[in-house]
């Protein structure tokens, strides 16, 4: 630094940075060949992609057919997309009647407006918001969807199926599930030894079934145990059976939360003379729920891809009607085309749900942790 | 000496009893770690708690508000007897304050609605009332200027002195402090024993312990000194350093003294 100061003497001008780490040469040499052994699997990868790659591009789209209504349409090699576009209307909405669809369009519609408010920072009342779609939208929900009141027709559930269906099973075991979860967490770590066992007895059954076990005993054993004449609808038995499986995986989830918190965060609250629920509800349960974020969310994944299973109870969810799509006759063969469609809008929905559980983790820390 | 007497004689201590401690014992399993405390604490009372580490001070006030439950003789807090009644419990940790060794603050909530939240849920204050109060609070802490701010962007120090005006929020009769400056850096330390001084010569009825002997003389009306879950001595500061009676206050305060 002195030499600055003197005047003879030209300061050394600042070293450029290493030529390896700047630009993208920099970036590709420190990324992609900073060694024999990488460099080799980098080559390697590079000729998979090349292979691969533009096969799938040239089946899925130069080559794909688009325009059309019959299979007579797809003649030139490539995907038949127009199998998923006649068919759309099915893997949307099952066999729901096509004139009453806006309905269900509606009632998707009303939840997407609904939920606005609660991405925009500086909207005030977002808990009153929250509380009105959990507890008054799915009343306006089922009431669009089933009808039988305000002069709408009324629509079997054994009707609904195909993405609407998907997202009632997701959506409802989804909501239903994670406070019921809290409440056997909580009475998991309960020091009543009644309410205590009683929440491990519960938790440890449903997780020691498989989900399919649970739809198949909702829809063949339940109605033999139900008096004569008595019927529950089915779509409401596979409901409950997914929901109160998921409330013992949930369970579990919010556990591990819970006994993350510091005794420090129980001991302060019990301090300011908080009552148990108070101090559950305003300080362990945001803080522990906040950490497992990412077990609840991978728990919202896994079980919006479970509820596929509903199909060998004879519900048809997205996946069972592109099943039943490609076993009729009229386009046998195309079970490819359905099942990429498929994949695609379950990796949509999965994929939002994982992009969203990582916003909510950035916006909900405070800084860093000092106890 | 008579700095310290003059700032004693300036905080009364008044007849009423607010907390009666009557041949309580209390065990972990079969660790016997309160033995016959008897300890009568008087409104105004500051009374300085010390004694080897694992002696049971932190068990000891802990019982006061309950957040150890003990299992023979009596507690008594400003009329109210701790039994396993949740009311009284909610009663008296309503009307008994508690500042901790590593401040305990919720970090999901800012500074202002640390202060805030048990007045609003407890106290069932309006939010503007509570955020009055509380700001009156963190200015009586010289921090209003944090308010906005979370727990972790705070230094311990600071930390601790919002710890201790989210007590106060709740205008409590008796506060509590378990090893308040422990935790600290030297340099912290000051600026919280200057809040807890102020919070004596209020007339707060304190329990405190801690190893900070100059606040013990200053402070202090009474110094206990406890070993092995036993109280072993108490005495008024003067007579407490100067004149110790037993072997075992000797031993520690000789090694406390010469750090
Ligand atoms: N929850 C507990 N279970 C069992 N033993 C405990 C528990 N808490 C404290 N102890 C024991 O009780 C004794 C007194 O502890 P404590 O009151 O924290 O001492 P101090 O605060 O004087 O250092 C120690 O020997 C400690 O190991
Ligand atoms: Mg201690």
Same mark, same amino acid.
């Given at each position: 630094m002195a030499e600055q100061i003197s005047g003879q003497h030209q300061p050394h001008p600042d070293l450029s940075p290493p030529v390896t780490t700047v630009g993208v040469l920099g970036w590709l040499r420190q990324n992609l060949f900073s060694s024999p052994v990488n460099s080799l699997f980098t080559l390697a990868m590079i000729y998979l992609l090349y292979i691969s790659i533009p096969p799938i591009i040239k089946w899925a789209f130069i080559d794909a057919d688009w325009a059309g209504s019959t299979r007579e349409a797809c003649d030139s090699g490539g995907a038949c997309w127009v199998f998923v576009k006649v068919r759309f209307s099915q893997f949307m909405y099952g066999f729901y009647p096509e004139d009453q669809t806006w309905r269900v369009n509606m009632a998707f519609l009303l939840l997407i407006v609904l939920s606005i408010p609660l991405f925009i920072k500086s909207f005030p009342k977002k808990a009153w918001l929250g509380a &009105?779609?959990?507890?008054?939208? *799915?009343?306006?929900?089922? =009431?669009? &969807?089933? @009808? +039988?009141?305000?002069?709408?027709?009324?629509?079997?559930?054994?009707?609904? @199926?195909?993405?609407?269906?998907?997202?009632?099973?997701? /959506?409802?075991?989804?909501?239903?599930?994670? *406070?019921? /979860?809290?409440?056997?967490?909580? /009475?998991?770590? $309960?020091?009543? *030894?009644? %309410?205590?066992?009683?929440?491990?007895g519960f938790i440890e059954f449903w997780r020691g079934v498989p989900l399919i076990t649970v739809l198949f005993m909702s829809s063949v054993m339940l109605p033999l145990f139900l008096p004569e004449g008595v019927t529950i609808d089915k779509l409401l038995r596979a409901l409950i059976g997914i929901v109160l499986f998921q409330s013992a995986y949930m369970a579990e989830v919010v556990r591990g939360g819970l006994q993350a918190i510091p005794k420090g965060q129980y001991e302060a609250a019990d301090a300011l003379g908080l009552s148990y629920w108070k101090s559950m509800t305003l300080i362990i349960l945001?803080?522990?729920?906040?950490? %497992?974020?990412? @077990?609840?969310?991978?728990? &919202?994944?896994?079980?919006?891809? +479970?509820?596929?299973? %509903?199909?060998?109870? @004879?519900?048809? +969810?997205?996946? /069972?009607?592109?099943?039943?799509?490609?076993? +009729?006759?009229?386009?046998?063969? =195309?079970?490819?085309?359905?099942?990429?469609?498929?994949?695609?809008?379950?990796?949509?929905?999965? =994929?939002?749900? $994982?992009?969203? $559980?990582?916003?909510?983790?950035?916006?909900?820390?405070?800084?860093?942790?000092?106890? | 000496m008579s700095e310290s007497a003059a700032t004693r004689s300036r905080m009364e201590i008044s007849e009423e009893v607010m907390i009666d401690i009557v041949g309580m014992h209390k065990w972990y399993g079969e660790f016997h770690v309160l033995k016959d405390i008897n300890l009568t604490v008087h409104k105004g009372e500051r009374i300085v708690i010390c004694g080897p580490s694992g002696s049971g001070k932190s068990t000891m006030i802990r019982c006061i508000n309950r957040l150890e439950e003990h299992q023979r003789g009596k507690i008594i807090v400003d009329g109210t007897e701790l039994t396993s009644d949740v009311k009284g419990i909610e009663t008296?940790?309503?009307e008994v304050g508690m500042v901790f060794q590593h401040f305990n603050l919720f970090p999901h909530l800012t500074v202002l609605e640390n202060c805030a939240l048990a007045p609003i849920w407890v106290r069932k204050m309006s939010r503007k009332e509570a955020e009055d109060i509380a700001m009156k609070y963190l200015e009586r802490v010289r921090i209003p200027e944090q308010a906005k701010k979370y727990p972790g962007q705070l230094s311990g120090g600071q930390q601790q002195r919002v710890a201790i005006a989210r007590s106060l929020c709740m205008s409590p009769k008796i506060m509590l402090f378990d090893e308040p400056t422990s935790a600290l850096d030297p340099e912290m330390i000051k600026e919280v024993l200057d809040v807890m001084v102020q919070l004596a010569e209020e007339g707060m009825t304190m329990l405190c312990v801690t190893h900070e002997m100059g606040f013990a003389k200053t402070v202090a009306n009474r110094v206990i000194f406890m070993d092995e879950g036993e109280i072993i001595e108490q005495n008024e500061p003067d007579k407490f350093f100067n004149n110790p009676q037993s072997d075992r206050t000797k031993l520690f305060l000789s090694q406390i003294l010469t750090h």
């Open positions: &009105f779609i959990l507890c008054i939208y *799915p009343i306006i929900a089922f =009431y669009l &969807f089933y @009808g +039988d009141a305000f002069g709408l027709e009324r629509i079997e559930t054994t009707q609904w @199926g195909g993405l609407m269906l998907t997202l009632i099973l997701a /959506g409802v075991g989804i909501v239903a599930a994670l *406070p019921i /979860g809290i409440v056997l967490a909580l /009475g998991r770590r $309960s020091n009543m *030894p009644i %309410v205590k066992s009683i929440c491990i945001p803080q522990a729920l906040k950490l %497992v974020i990412p @077990g609840i969310v991978n728990t &919202f994944i896994a079980l919006f891809k +479970d509820t596929t299973l %509903v199909l060998i109870i @004879g519900l048809f +969810d997205l996946l /069972g009607m592109i099943q039943a799509a490609f076993a +009729d006759p009229k386009w046998l063969g =195309y079970a490819i085309e359905g099942y990429v469609f498929a994949a695609l809008v379950f990796w949509i929905f999965c =994929y939002s749900m $994982s992009h969203y $559980s990582q916003r909510l983790e950035r916006k909900l820390h405070t800084g860093h942790k000092r106890n | 008296i940790r309503r």
